[in-house]
């Protein structure tokens, strides 16, 4: 099945660059709809997907070199944990309400009470 990129699922696949179908995808639908329902936003959903997949990265992968191969895990998932940050960065600007406001219950009385009286 194709990805849907109209769709917060689809969104967060083009973000972490998870586009490969269809059977080589890096995470399943249902990790990522977790993702979703923990961060609460595309962007962040994303940055948490990249920092797991940065992870993995480290577990799996190391820093390996041999007569003619060499990888880096731990650089790979560097990278991946730079991009996730720079989401979150992308999301606190895309939230960010110059003219929100903290609404606090105000007790003018309060340092005068004491409990249990």
């Not at 993702?35 to 997907?49: I, N, T």
């Not at 060499?70 to 944990?81: F, S």
């Not at 992308?90 to 005068?112: K, L, T």
């Amino acid at each position: 099945m194709a990805i849907d990129y109209d769709t917060d699922l689809g969104r967060v696949r083009l973000l972490i660059a998870d586009t490969d179908e269809p059977s080589n995808l890096l995470l399943t639908d249902e990790q990522i709809t977790t993702f979703l329902s923990m961060e609460g936003s595309v962007k962040r959903a994303a940055a948490q997907a990249l920092d797991t997949i940065a992870s993995s990265e480290v577990l799996v992968s190391k820093k390996i070199r041999t007569l003619d191969l060499q990888t880096d895990g731990p650089a790979v998932a560097a990278e991946l944990r730079a991009r996730a940050k720079e989401l979150r960065d992308q999301d606190d600007a895309d939230n960010d309400d110059p003219w929100a406001i903290d609404v606090i219950n105000f007790d003018p009385w309060a340092a005068y009470r004491t409990e249990g009286i």
